[in-house]
């Protein structure tokens, strides 16, 4: 194992501690428990938007604390769910008299343990809500989780339901918007080689030479299926037939087209499957009126990208282009 | 070779070709010869700024196109040289009635084309000035350099002086700014893992399992030594003792500070890397007043990162500041 890091036991922290002094303009970071807070948090009159879960998929979720997406994020430690105590920690720190909605990707710990911390809460008497996401249509069921993983959807959710939050509307409202967004998008991956968790030291899994893995999740959990190395065109209508297929988009669909890559792939072949899937989806009258391409949930090193498709509507367009200013997503501002 | 490609020799026009789609509200891309020109360019009253170089540093140069940094970027093939004419169309592209800034990364054929450029611009009537950036302290003279290299401060340099430009500087005002930023910043970088020009399939050069380079290109061409993996703390202490004593920089400089990624490299292992730098500079005394955490000048897949240090001065900073809407950095608009 070859990364930047001093004792594993201590990546998170200190990688917190850095993440917190170079953008001590828009968040504070507490240690103990791990917590990324909007540095005005509490914002009186405004839903709290919270997410979180295993660390090692950054920029997500730290990334995108800040005006008009997140008001809290939560972080494991890698590859591994918060604590029921560090998410009711964060609903304390950001709260204020609007109610609080958690966004939960699905895998079993984050579920459970969002779940408990929204107990705790009420008992509290803070009203939270609970949106879990669920995009991944590559497996129904997997290591980490009963029924679809939530993957790259999320960031486009966070986005779009901060937007909301943001403007003011009430907590019903907010839950509602977060759940059609979740019925409206849909996600998959491939893996050109694992990641290594610095804890383990060792490979989450190993890949033949030429060999990729369709289906991946974002912790290096199985996929579908192991095919020889295909050329990006290939991959791109794989990827793209089978999120399609699921919701389905049909012709004349507005969408977001979201090409991410796993932590490890250059940009270069981001824009090049980019460019492959708008070919694709011309091909299917799916229009893209809007698009995000680049890292924003990671696996660590991984190489490899996830194809995520939003079928848009005009509310979700104008809170995607609505001003929002974190660190890793910023723009009106 | 894993790479999420079709043909290898179409790698930078596919990839070119989705950039230019997915911000099609910044850019035109033009192929053959490839340019990315900002999309309301020439801009009437001001000094046009052009980069370039080879392609595989993504989101270096392109990715800097647009209002408030570059007015082109001219992308040669992976790791080569563009040529002479292809700047010089960029050049007649862009040019308005201000005269066109160079910023060209010392590389031997990319100073020997842009200076032909220059030559032939000015046979057509356009007034060009060249700056030439080589902020890296490891080697002098290297495999594709008379001299040192530029490496991260180009991406300091570039939205420095875009910022100028940008407010109406002329041409010898923008000149002597480039001049000055080029005197004050000096990088070094570090590499895990070798990256792989698709065109080859080979990788460009190996390491030992527990092995890094330091002082490393972003062309993978040789650095300082190869020495055994070291902890994050331990690199960073080389890398900015390096950086740090060649300005030198002293106890109560004012400083921007860049931890970059190679392209494949962590978010987290970056963050952990920036705040031990913080640690080491507050150690010295060098403040650190602005940040930049992230890949913004990459070498393809590789697995390391370069620290860059600027020193500022109230002028930098306010341009700095400034506000700048390009594909990779974008605020206050």
């Known amino acids: 194992m070859k990364k930047i890091i001093n004792d594993p036991a201590d990546v998170v922290a200190e990688a917190l501690a850095g993440f917190g002094a170079a953008h001590a303009d828009l968040v504070r970071v507490q240690q103990d428990p791990a917590l990324i807070v909007r540095v005005d ?3 009186a009159g405004k839903v709290a938007v919270i997410s979180g879960g295993g660390s090692g998929h950054e920029p997500l979720h730290g990334g995108y604390v800040g005006a008009g997406m997140l008001d809290a994020a939560v972080p494991g430690p ?5 604590t029921a105590d560090q998410v009711l920690a ?3 720190a950001v709260a204020a008299d609007a109610g609080v909605l958690y966004l939960v990707k699905n895998y079993t710990g984050d579920v459970l343990n969002f779940e408990t911390a929204a107990e705790l809460a009420a008992a509290d008497g803070i009203e939270v809500s609970t949106v879990v996401i669920d995009d991944d249509v590559a497996v129904t069921d997997s290591t980490y ?3 679809r993983r939530g993957v790259g959807g999320t960031v486009l959710l966070e986005k779009i339901v901060g937007a909301a939050a943001a403007r003011g509307d009430n907590l019903e409202a907010v839950t509602a918007l977060a759940q059609r967004v979740v019925s409206q998008v849909r996600s998959m991956g491939v893996a050109l080689s694992p990641s290594t968790v610095p804890h383990s030291g060792e490979p989450s ?3 033949g030479d030429n060999e990729i893995e369709l289906g991946i999740g974002i912790h290096g959990e199985p996929g579908r299926k192991r095919v020889p190395l295909m050329p990006a065109d290939q991959i791109v209508e794989t990827l793209l037939t089978a999120v399609v297929e699921d919701l389905p988009f049909t012709a004349s669909d507005q969408t977001l087209l979201f ?3 796993m932590g490890g792939t250059p940009e270069l072949e981001l824009y090049l499957a980019y460019n492959s899937a708008r070919r694709w989806l011309a091909g299917k009258n799916i229009e893209v009126a809007r698009s995000l391409v680049g890292s924003y ?3 660590l090193e991984m190489q490899g990208m996830s194809i995520t498709l939003l079928r848009l509507d005009d509310e979700m367009t104008q809170l995607w282009d609505a ?7 910023r723009w009106g501002v």
């Open 41 to 43: 948090a509490p914002v």
């Open 78 to 82: 890698v590859f591994t769910s918060p």
């Open 90 to 92: 964060a609903t304390k």
């Open 145 to 147: 989780t009963a029924g």
């Open 205 to 207: 899994f190993t890949l």
């Open 259 to 261: 090409v991410n890559g």
């Open 297 to 299: 949930i990671t696996s």
């Open 323 to 329: 001003p929002v200013h974190t660190a890793a997503l």
